[in-house]
T-cell receptor, first 115, second 113 residues
Framework: GESVGLHLPTLSVQEGDNSIINCAYS??????FIWYKQESGKGPQFIID?????DKRQGQRVTVLLNKTVKHLSLQIAATQPGDSAVYFC??????????????FGKGTLLTVNP | DAGITQSPRHKVTETGTPVTLRCHQT?????MYWYRQDPGHGLRLIHY???????DKGEVSDGYSVSRSKTEDFLLTLESATSSQTSVYFC????????????FGPGTRLTVL
C-alpha cells in the first residue's frame, strides 16, 4: 500500500497568512521527499525537494521540514497568495536499481486561499 | 513546458475496446512515465521507461502495456478497456540529472462506459 499520506484533505487560509501543509510517511528507506503543486486542470508541478539526511530546506517563499523521528514532512508557504490555491502532494523517491528512481505520491491536500 | 504533449486530451470509449494514449516529447529526455490520477488515490505509477525499448512496471500496471520504439514517444495501451480504467492519465518526463523533478504533460481524460 501507499507509504505516503496526508493529515488533512483541505486547508483554507487568508491571503497573506502563512500556510502549513503536513504529510506523514512510513517508509524510512526513502532517499528524497518532494512536494508537488497541481493547479486545476493541469499536471503536477515540482516545488521543492529534501534529501532524507536533511532537516530543512528553503526555497522561494517555501520551506520544507523533515522530522525523521516522527516520520513527518511539512511544506510551509510564506505570505500565501491566491495563486497558491491548488492541490499539494507530498511524494517520496526511492532508488530502485540501475539509475532508476520511483516516485510515490500521497493523496493530496487542497489549499484554498481566501482574499 | 519541456515539450510534452499528450493525445488525445479527451476520449470516451466502451468496455472491451482497445485504447492507446500517446505521449510525445521534443527534448530527448531519457526517462518517461505514465501515471493515472483518481479521486482519493493521488497519482499512481503505471509504467515507466528508461530508454528506447526499456520499460518497467509501476504499482498499477495490470491491464496496461507500454511501448517506446523511439525516444520521443511513449505509448500506453489498454488492450481491453474496463470501467475501472476511467481516469485522468498523465505522462511525465524526468529532467536530466534531477531525479526528483518530473515534468508532467497536460493529461488525458479517459472515460470507459
Amino acid at each position: 500500500g501507499e507509504s505516503v499520506g496526508l493529515h488533512l484533505p483541505t486547508l483554507s487560509v487568508q491571503e497573506g497568512d502563512n500556510s502549513i501543509i503536513n504529510c506523514a510517511y512510513s517508509n524510512s528507506a526513502s532517499d528524497y521527499f518532494i512536494w508537488y503543486k497541481q493547479e486545476s486542470g493541469k499536471g503536477p508541478q515540482f516545488i521543492i525537494d529534501i534529501r532524507s539526511n536533511m532537516d530543512k530546506r528553503q526555497g522561494q517563499r517555501v520551506t520544507v521540514l523533515l522530522n525523521k523521528t516522527v516520520k513527518h514532512l511539512s511544506l510551509q508557504i510564506a505570505a500565501t497568495q491566491p495563486g497558491d490555491s491548488a492541490v499539494y502532494f507530498c511524494a517520496e523517491n526511492k532508488f530502485s536499481g540501475g539509475s532508476n528512481y520511483k516516485l510515490t505520491f500521497g493523496k493530496g491536500t487542497l489549499l484554498t486561499v481566501n482574499p | 513546458d519541456a515539450g510534452i504533449t499528450q493525445s488525445p486530451r479527451h476520449k470516451v470509449t466502451e468496455t472491451g475496446t482497445p485504447v492507446t494514449l500517446r505521449c510525445h516529447q521534443t527534448e530527448n529526455h531519457r526517462y518517461m512515465y505514465w501515471y493515472r490520477q483518481d479521486p482519493g488515490h493521488g497519482l499512481r505509477l503505471i509504467h515507466y521507461s528508461y530508454g528506447v525499448k526499456d520499460t518497467d512496471k509501476g504499482e498499477v500496471s495490470d491491464g496496461y502495456s507500454v511501448s517506446r520504439s523511439k525516444t520521443e514517444d511513449f505509448l500506453l495501451t489498454l488492450e481491453s478497456a474496463t470501467s475501472s480504467q476511467t481516469s485522468v492519465y498523465f505522462c511525465a518526463i524526468q529532467l536530466a540529472g534531477k531525479v526528483n523533478e518530473q515534468f508532467f504533460g497536460p493529461g488525458t481524460r479517459l472515460t470507459v462506459l
